[in-house]
């Protein structure tokens, strides 16, 4: 009627300090034996033997965030997709360094976790692995079954020393795709050169015309060490009423945002169209967002920028993304 499993592996919790975490998975209720508190019954053992057992510290990925608050668990971090625009290749503001070889499966079995091992001890709210994400990262699994994943595609990175230090693993979704898009499966990096040497070598296949990262950090650096960092490719419609002390930006414009490339254009009949997402902006802090160095809520604390959290949360895809401890690993 029911399914409920657990393990402890270690969480980043900053500092490279790596504490023991509980994490809870597998839970299920059948739909026949819902609201009989099955679920509260199996978890608060659970937990009081976790706690029981001297662990500090409990985690779970929430299918549905409202179910496991009464339960003391909070969102604590949070992954980002990623759409990048490849078409003609990516050009970074750094010089290439290290190198990149592909690698068989076998090599990425035995290389993977020993890199990963690196990324947990430096990345903040990382979390240890089990074997499956081995098992998956080398393609002897695929992403639903134990099935070889034939599909899949690995590069590992190597540092200037001939030290391996990130690898990411790909595939095709297929020519029928448009545009032709290619997704990354994983990716880890133990240094921020790492990660965008990967992101370059991703930036260089043929034929490519987007790129798709789900587990990508929310302050990514990408952006930043791209040339054109408008390649990512945030989509959207939004109508932002400017307000310019000197008359020269004051206006209804309506943003339309595809791919990562936006048009702008006055707003028709110089209002805000009905059941438009829509803020209302400051000349100063439209200046502070255009570039992507603050978030738009973090304007509106600050008074600059006003709208509902949908809109505010629009803006801040179109321009920018905020900090955040990031974890990939979804155990």
Known sequence: MATYATMVDS??????????????????????????????????????????????????????????G??????????????????????FTASPAGSIAVADNSKLLSVAPEIYRAHLQGTFGALGRQHGYWMRASGAWSEETSEPDKALRGVIRYNQDGIPDGYVTYKSLGWQT????????DLVA????????????LGSI?????????????????????????????????????????GMANGVWQLDAHGGTGIVHPAEGGTVPAGAEAVDIDIAALGSLYLGGVSAPTLAAA???????????????LFTAGPAPYCSTMF
């Open 206 to 246: 043929d034929l490519v015309e987007r790129l798709t990262f789900d587990v990508a950090p929310v302050a990514d650096p990408l952006p930043w060490m791209l040339a054109d960092r408008r390649r990512y490719s945030g989509s959207g419609t939004l109508v932002l009423t400017v307000r310019d002390p000197l």
């Open 190 to 201: 133990a240094s921020d050169e790492a990660y965008r040497e990967l992101w370059r070598y």
């Open 11 to 68: 969480l980043n919790v900053g500092g490279g300090r790596l504490l023991p975490a509980h994490l809870v998975t597998a839970v299920t209720v059948r739909p026949t034996h819902r609201r009989r508190g099955v679920l509260r019954a199996m978890m608060t053992r659970d937990l009081r033997r976790a706690k029981d057992a001297g662990l500090a510290l409990a985690g779970l990925t929430a299918s549905e965030a409202t179910i496991y």
């Open 303 to 317: 008074g600059g920028i006003r709208g509902s959290r949908a809109a505010l949360d629009l803006t801040d895809a």
């Open 70 to 91: 009464r339960f003391g668990f909070g969102a604590a971090t949070s992954a980002a997709e990623t759409r990048v625009d490849s078409r003609g290749g990516l050009e």
């Open 178 to 185: 448009d545009p032709h898009t290619v997704k990354i499966t």
